[in-house]
C-alpha cells in the first residue's frame, strides 16, 4: 500500500505558501516540507486537523491511498 501526499498542489491552488502555513498552524517549515514530501513514517491527527481546518479540506483531499496489486 502506498499512501500519496499531494499537500502541494493544494498549497497551489489556495495560492498559501508553506510558510504561512506552517506559521498558521504552528510546525515548523522544516516538518511541513517531510509531511509534503512524504518522507516520514506518521501524523499527528491534530497536524492533520489543523492543515485540514486552515485550508479548509478534507483528509482525503491530501492523503491519497493506493493498493498494493493483488499477489498470484
Known amino acids: 500500500m502506498t499512501i500519496t501526499v499531494t499537500l502541494d498542489r493544494m ?25 509534503k514530501s512524504g ?5 499527528r491527527f491534530s497536524s492533520l486537523n489543523a492543515i485540514c481546518a486552515y485550508l479548509n479540506c478534507q483528509p482525503g483531499d491530501i492523503l491519497h491511498f493506493t493498493p498494493d496489486p493483488p499477489s498470484s
Do not use: D, F, Q
Not at 39 to 43: A, E, H, L, T, V
Open 11 to 35: 498549497l497551489v491552488e489556495r495560492k498559501i505558501t508553506s510558510r504561512e502555513l506552517a506559521k498558521a498552524i504552528g510546525i515548523s517549515e522544516t516538518n511541513l516540507s517531510l509531511i
Open 39 to 43: 518522507k516520514i513514517k506518521g501524523m
